[in-house]
């Protein structure tokens, strides 16, 4: 077993790190205080084909590995420390991977360049008022007219749905079926019989939360994923996939975190000694780069197996890639919240500041802990059931 990167793969990394050094730090701030990303932002991004990576070249993505896309999200996690620039850039590539994979080619063809190019938004649309994890009791309905979809209900703590309305795009959204099953559909925003509400986080600001309530929305027969009423197995596919770039992405914001605080126990002096002498500052520095070292690997792991089976379309080891998806989703989010807290601390007062630019880590990887892309207890439901057999699933 070969750990090592390729050349090519280690040259992208060093790119998207200087990209993250040189466009997004100097734009995190304002992001954060704008509640957006930058237009040039969105266009340095489209020009290092950052945006939907995994999508294929023939549709305007690079057809990228996970293990690549993995990557590049650890670096603008580090990159842009709010996590606004990495939520965008993983909604477009889990989900305009599984567009790319499921979708009509006419849809393909239609949706996906725009995305690749920072001129449209692509999301995804699950959770409702009533609840977030249990998708299989959505209250959202859809059922065919002709060559549409008519679709009646409510989606709430949606991501990206100003971004929709301003770039253009959509979401992958998810119904209950007519047939019994679910559909799942690429539904523009700007679709009639559509409304949106903001809501306002307490972080990730560059990023739009929010709802979409839906009254007869009709959204061409195109723009069904897959097969009709069989979407919720592409919904938990493109889950499976984002997942792993939202590990990815807290990896690289704990990794900034550290680097941080090294910086400032190497020279901040107490008691006559700089901190980091201080075996009580140390250790703790020594346990959580650890734990973020492992987290690291594991992270590696989850996008190797996504390359191996999930991307290719074989589901022949769909409870091992669960696993790995499940369990890094479950560790990395806490962990590199962990590090954000811990060395905040170490900054004492200052850490409390916005001038030490620690908050934005704080405030924007707390989403992940309560339940961004599957809650934590999510994560241990699945691992329970594929470590003791579906029969010991707590829900039905």
Same mark, same amino acid.
């Given at each position: 077993? /070969? ?12 790119? !998207?790190?200087?990209? +993250?050094? $040189? !466009? ?7 992001? /954060?205080?704008e509640g957006r990303i930058p237009a040039e932002v969105l266009r340095a991004m489209a020009d290092l084909g ?5 999508? =294929? ?50 849809? %393909? ?8 190019? +920072?001129?449209?938004?692509? @999301?995804? *649309?699950?959770?409702? =008022? ?37 770039? +253009? ?6 119904? $209950? ?15 009639? #019989? ?27 027969? $195109?723009?069904?994923? #897959?097969?009709? +009423?069989? @979407? ?13 770039? !939202?590990?990815?992405?807290?990896? #690289? ?7 941080? #605080? ?11 000694? =700089?901190?980091? $002498? ?35 379309? /074989? ?17 990395? =989010? &806490? ?14 007062? *200052? ?22 892309? @599957? ?14 057999? %579906?029969?010991?699933? &707590?829900? %039905?």
């Amino acid at each position: 077993m /070969d750990f090592r990167l390729s050349d090519e793969e280690e040259a992208f990394q060093a790119a !998207v790190r200087r990209f +993250g050094d $040189k !466009v997004l730090r100097p734009h995190e701030r304002e992001i /954060d205080t704008e509640g957006r990303i930058p237009a040039e932002v969105l266009r340095a991004m489209a020009d290092l084909g950052l945006l939907a990576m995994p999508v =294929p070249a023939e549709y305007g993505g690079m057809g990228a590995s996970a293990v690549l896309t993995e990557l590049a999200a650890e670096e603008i996690g580090r990159g842009d420390f709010s996590m606004a620039t990495a939520v965008f850039f993983l909604l477009e590539a889990g989900w305009g991977y599984v567009l790319s994979r499921h979708g009509t080619e006419e849809a %393909k063809r239609e949706v996906l360049p725009p995305v690749c190019a +920072g001129q449209a938004f692509l @999301g995804v *649309a699950t959770t409702e =008022p009533t609840g977030g994890s249990d998708l299989a009791n959505l209250r959202t309905r859809s059922h065919r007219d002709g060559g549409a979809f008519v679709l009646h209900g409510e989606k709430a703590f949606v991501s990206g749905v100003e971004e929709a309305k301003t770039l +253009g795009g959509g979401h992958l959204t998810l119904a $209950k079926s007519a047939t019994g099953g679910f559909d799942l559909l690429y539904v523009p925003t700007r679709t009639d #019989g559509i409304s949106t509400q903001r809501f306002h986080n307490m972080g990730r600001m560059g990023i739009s939360t929010g709802g979409l309530t839906y009254q007869d929305a009709r959204v061409p027969a $195109k723009y069904l994923l #897959g097969t009709e +009423g069989h @979407g919720f197995g592409c919904a938990m596919e493109g889950f499976t996939v984002a997942r792993t770039f !939202v590990s990815a992405a807290c990896i #690289g914001a704990a990794e900034r975190a550290l680097e941080t #605080g090294m910086a400032y126990i190497r020279e901040r002096k107490a008691f006559g000694q =700089p901190l980091g $002498k201080f075996e009580g500052i140390q250790f703790e520095l020594v346990d959580l780069w650890t734990q973020v070292e492992a987290v690291k690997w594991q992270c590696r792991r989850a996008a190797w197996l996504l390359d191996s089976y999930t991307l290719k379309g /074989d589901d022949s080891h769909r409870s091992e890639v669960d696993r790995a998806v499940a369990s890094v989703k479950l560790t990395a =989010p &806490p962990v590199a919240f962990e590090c954000v807290k811990r060395v905040m601390m170490w900054f004492g007062a *200052a850490g409390y500041t916005k001038d030490v630019g620690l908050e934005l880590g704080f405030r924007g990887i707390m989403s992940y802990l309560v339940g961004a892309e @599957g809650g934590l207890n999510i994560m241990r439901i699945i691992l329970g059931r594929e470590l003791l057999g %579906k029969e010991f699933v &707590p829900y %039905k």
